[in-house]
T-cell receptor
């Protein structure tokens, strides 16, 4: 079946603009995660959605970052008033919500803030 | 808080030689442990995972890893390197509860010399 998809694959924006990144998880996966990967670094957790439960936003770096998810489908990560330090690859992952379950990653959105 | 340390940001081996990528974790309880591989311009792909069953875990592409609680380690090995193994490798630890978000190491870039 189809894997996790993300769009756009690349995004170049100017400092101060808002951007929206989209993630389509694997069908049937109730858990959805957003991570950020800065150049030459590991991945940082941003936010977690599980069904209709309140999301775990503990990884969001500032109030400029927000995310939504409609039911158990598409998620959108929004960055307002982008800064140059927001430049990174934003990765989405989904999984079936069971202990130790594998997270399946999308190809990522490469964001460059000029 | 959980953390992961990958020793060596770059590892270079000859084709056919042993591959050893080191990972040490910090966790108050036995965690779930993962190794992911990232090929250039691609998302992360699961190599293998430890979820408290057998301590020696076999994964795809001939890789394996051994969970050693006494050493808090989960090193990744492959007996004979292939040119196609050149990639970035990430070790990650997962919460046992709540979001089960992944905490990643900084990554190790593996280069294979012909």
């Amino acid at each position: 079946g189809a894997g996790v998809s993300q769009s756009p694959s690349n995004k170049v924006t100017e400092k101060g603009k808002d951007v929206e990144l989209r993630c389509d998880p694997i069908s049937g996966h109730t858990a959805l995660y957003w991570y950020r990967q800065r150049l030459g670094q590991g991945l940082e957790f941003l936010i977690y959605f599980q069904g209709n439960s309140a999301p775990d936003k503990s990884g969001l770096p500032s109030d400029r970052f927000s995310a939504e998810r409609t039911g158990e489908s598409v998620s959108t990560l929004t960055i307002q008033r982008t800064q140059q330090e927001d430049s990174a690859v934003y990765l989405c992952a989904s999984s079936q919500r069971r202990d130790g379950e594998t997270q399946y990653f999308g190809p990522g959105t490469r964001l460059l803030v000029l | 808080a959980q953390s992961v340390t990958q020793l060596g940001s770059h590892v270079s081996v000859s084709e056919g030689a042993l591959v050893l990528l080191r990972c040490n974790y910090s966790s108050s309880v036995p965690p779930y442990l993962f190794w992911y591989v990232q090929y250039p311009n691609q998302g992360l792909q699961l190599l293998l995972k430890y979820t408290s069953a057998a301590t020696l875990v076999k994964g795809i592409n001939g890789f394996e890893a051994e969970f050693k609680k006494s050493e808090t380690s989960f090193h990744l090995t492959k007996p004979s390197a292939h040119m196609s193994d050149a990639a970035e490798y990430f070790c990650a630890v997962s919460d046992l509860q709540g979001a089960q978000k992944l905490v990643f190491g900084q990554g190790t870039r593996l280069t294979i010399n012909p």
